[in-house]
């Protein structure tokens, strides 16, 4: 089965600095991946999926990209609000592994 | 609009058996595949398996494989996570969510079942 990486598994930044969370594959996979947003106590949120489609709702300063084993989500101008742990996961055949989640905070 | 909706917090002992549900209103369950995550306290999110309640299709994480049962009523619209025998480290909250097997992500969330195991 294929495992999900995520990296870092915190990060502290400014309000306004660009942060970018990686996710690996252990092997090439296809481009179904998804990032989710969970703030705490809350449910999970769909932010991207096919790796780089911003879900309905979800703010432009969200981004996806990559391919094969490496997948990355961009927060282009962190906001207060964007404080959440982040997680990706491969969605296409079972198991739909998710990643072990990065945590965001303000600095 | 789509909504799952999940049964209450539980509070058991070990050893004693437990059947959760989600409930999906909005249209019809068995065009659509729900799936079962955990959150153990302070933890990340772990995927359990998913179900196809329009033949009972199911697929299990190689972790949760023979410790728990996954199973849906399409009649009802309901999926089920079932545990024969709880331990204390089943205590966590577990979320269903819509998804599939032929590449959907998980668009939809239930709000969460605490399950918590303590003697």
């Known amino acids: 089965d294929i495992q999900m990486t995520q990296s870092p598994s915190s990060l502290s930044a400014s309000v306004g600095d660009r942060v970018t969370i990686t996710c690996r594959a252990s092997?090439?996979?296809?481009?179904?991946l998804a990032w989710y947003q969970q703030k705490p106590g809350k449910v999970p949120k769909l932010l991207i999926y096919?790796?780089?489609t911003l879900q309905s709702g979800v703010p432009s300063r969200f981004s996806g990209s990559g391919s094969g084993t490496d997948f990355t989500l961009t927060i282009s101008s962190l906001q207060p609000e964007d404080v959440a742990t982040y997680y990706c996961?491969?969605?296409?055949?079972?198991?739909?592994?998710f990643g072990q989640g990065t945590k965001v905070e303000i600095k | 609009e789509l909504q799952l909706v999940q049964s209450g917090a539980e509070v058991k002992e070990p050893g004693e058996s437990l059947k959760i549900s989600c409930k999906k209103s909005?249209?019809?369950?068995?065009?659509?595949?729900i799936a079962w995550v955990r959150q153990m306290p302070g933890k990340g999110l772990e995927w359990m398996g998913i179900?196809?309640?329009?033949?009972?299709?199911?697929r299990y994480s190689p972790s949760f494989q023979g410790q728990v049962t996954i199973s849906a009523d399409k009649s009802i619209n309901t999926a089920y996570l079932q545990w024969s025998s709880l331990k204390a480290s089943d205590t966590a909250i577990y979320f269903c969510?819509?998804?599939?097997?032929?590449?959907?992500?998980?668009?939809?969330w239930g709000q969460g079942t605490q399950v918590t195991v303590s003697s």
């Open positions: 096919a790796a780089s």
């Open positions: 179900i196809y309640p329009g033949d009972s299709d199911t």
């Open positions: 969510a819509r998804g599939s097997l032929a590449g959907m992500a998980y668009d939809y």
């Open positions: 909005g249209y019809s369950l068995s065009t659509d595949h």
């Open positions: 996961q491969k969605y296409n055949s079972a198991p739909h592994t």
């Open positions: 092997q090439g996979m296809s481009n179904y």
